[in-house]
């Protein structure tokens, strides 16, 4: 069976990089017109996750510090990376008090499927209406979200994004990351 995983991805890769020109050429998404930068209120967001819930950034707000990461398409293979690295630096995560979501612009059973299919341990957020993605200025031509992530704090505010992911690393960069910008878990 991993074959047909290896190829599945391939293939929606490809399918994603062809339905993404379309959209580039057609003019359909046009470039984004929203600019976060660290300081900023974060958007609230009420997005259906992988795990059947809803998740508010509201209802964090005062709690705990949040980090959203957006990815392009799920069961792709820079996508699959990325949460792997998400999962396998899970517990480096959870130990800075931070909730985290893994975010992208497919439908609830796509991205439900797609978490099921690596056992992720965290939720994957759908946003098909795209308007999540528009707010937080990570909607591209292409009509998918940029790999961008945004580190939230416990009052709502973007402390930091990160423009620039390796797919890979990213579970670690992130653990790194939260170090450096101080969030820890709460005493």
Not at 139 to 160: K, N, Q
């Amino acid at each position: 069976m991993a074959w047909f995983s290896v190829l599945r991805r391939r293939l929606t890769t490809a399918a994603a990089i062809l339905h993404g020109i379309a959209n580039i050429v057609s003019g359909k998404y046009g470039k984004p017109t929203v600019e976060l930068k660290p300081g900023d209120a974060a958007p609230d967001f009420s997005l259906m996750g992988s795990d059947g819930r809803i998740h508010r950034l509201s209802d964090a707000v005062g709690r705990s510090p949040q980090v959203l990461v957006w990815f392009p398409k799920a069961f792709t293979t820079g996508c699959t990376m990325e949460c792997r690295s998400l999962r396998s630096n899970g517990d480096a995560l959870r130990g800075s008090g931070v909730q985290y979501f893994a975010a992208s612009v497919d439908e609830p059973a796509a991205n439900a499927e797609f978490a099921a299919s690596l056992g992720l341990d965290y939720p994957i957020l759908s946003d098909p209406t795209r308007e999540t993605a528009r707010a937080y200025g990570v909607l591209g031509p292409s009509g998918f979200a940029e790999r961008w992530t945004f580190y939230i704090g416990r009052d709502g505010r973007v402390l930091a994004i990160d423009r620039h992911v390796s797919s890979a690393t990213h579970g670690a960069d992130i653990a790194e990351r939260l170090k450096a910008l101080g969030v820890q878990q709460a005493t």
